[in-house]
């Protein structure tokens, strides 16, 4: 059945790493439509069997079979074959790794059997993911929510995102209600474009695959693929529980139900946002008003006012950090949590003490605001770090919302500010001279190969356009803690904070390999070469060690393409 067809493998990419590759059907004769051939299949039992025989066969050809990820696509309607969920069963007590992606949900209605199919599978470590959401909505909506642990939206989803704000907002909408309300992972196909990619990133954590990324691959080309973090059930945002707790007040039938539903809101709603009012013998007045501070909550989020409210606080030059009259940090700033290296939201006032012993004197400076008459006081404040004294400016400004106090800090320290590269989106090279380096370990310095070739072929238009392309192609395989600056010309610096240097040289012999696979798709040719040097004694010895190692690497590599 399968004598004139092969497998490619199509990678998947999650922050820049391979996580799984999908078996993809292939034939030789481009006269054969892959899709009508599949379709055509009457007994999807044995084809499905036959399928996951040869692709775990060509799998254990790899010296790294263990260790990849698979993806095999069956038609959903094997699921309800007693004879498929046996032999599967024996067949991933064994191999593990595996992906079963579900297709054909359009043709299927048993629902329950399926779910059952399913479960049993699960106990032998097998992971779903539901394929072409959005391609046909006749069943998608029902099957979605299968315990299935991926969605796979359909590249006509996201064909357009880059020319229409209605089909991006589609997008969007579908990704918050598969990541968020479900609480699946989302894996996105079909990306070919670095607008795409860039428009999906907004989104959240997701994993991706595409001609963007690459082509499907020989299967003695796949590399071990990345751990992905389990999933912790049970856990939603506050917003998602409080509209949660909204709609089961509104579906309340009895005033009893009503009074349960608001108790249930005020064990949710701690803080008392929604105002919730502790005496209230009228429910069905109360039920009112919780709907109408909630309106007006929601309608304040989307106004230009609160949005420039939330983003002076999340992004100006102080350490902002709110607490409640107890001591407890409801709200901190990023640049307070990059500070202290550490997030005090749900860390118990004692906790953070034990680890930050002049805390209690914020928590003192606190009190006295809160049990004094002023609603604002300021103080000079002088903290000791490695590096000697840093003096700091606090403001303090007590604030009451339903009955209860919280105190605003806004915390002010003398750092220069620091710009962006216009063209590659990058830190500029006085980045180096922040405080904000004492936060990495290891410094690599980057030097294209091929650029200047490019450059001088095709002109300086292109040759922006290509470092334009490659740092923002790097910067997906990065972490969101490394630190990208462009030095100058076509080198770049990368900051790390692992200690490990034989990590890092294998992180970028891996985002190396990619890069030259990106390009070469391109059919251009452009790679790097670099070296890496330790901040331990400063930036500047690093730069002159990781400089040299990169030199030496650069000649080395010149020799061995000779």
Known sequence: MLSNLSFHYQPRYINGEVSSYEALLCAAEESINIQNYIDSVEDTVSFDLMVIR????????????????????????????????????????VEKNIILELTSHDRSHDFSQIQAAIAELKSVDVSFALDDYGKGYINSEMFIHLDVDYIKLDRKLIENIDQSYVAYSLVRTTYEKIAKVLGKRVIVEGIETFEQLNLLKQFGEMEYQGFYFSKPLHVDKLQPTKSLPVIAKGQQSLCLALDRAIYDLNRSKSPIEVKLAIENLTKIDHYNIIGVSPNSFDVYAEQHRINENYKEILENCNSAPSLLMSSLISTCDAFVIIRDHQGNT???????????????????????????????????????????????????????????????????????????????????????????????????KHYLESSYVKDHQRLVFIDLDGFKLINDSHGHSKGDQVLRDFAYTMKTMLRESDIMIRFGGDEFIVLFDSQHIDVIDKRMEKIRHSIEAHFSSQKLYLSFSYGIGILDGGVKLALEIADKNMYRQKKSRKLARC
């Open 330 to 428: 409801i709200y901190n700033n990023q640049k307070h949590i990059d500070y202290l290296n550490m997030d005090l939201v749900n860390v118990p006032v004692d906790e953070v003490c034990r680890i930050f012993p002049d805390y209690r004197t914020c928590l003192a400076l606190d009190q006295e605001l809160l049990n004094g008459d002023s609603c604002f006081i300021t103080s000079n404040e002088t903290v000791e770090t490695e590096s000697g004294n840093q003096s700091f400016h606090t403001y303090r400004q007590k604030l009451t919302h339903f009955g209860k106090d919280f105190v605003i800090c806004s915390v002010y320290e003398d750092n220069g500010k620091i710009s962006i590269d216009n063209l590659t989106g990058c830190f500029q």
């Open 54 to 93: 040869q692709v775990l066969e060509q799998r254990a050809v790899n010296h790294c079979a263990s260790k990849i990820r698979i993806a095999i696509n069956v038609s959903i309607n094997s699921l309800i074959n007693h004879e498929f969920i046996k032999q599967c069963k024996e067949i991933f007590a």
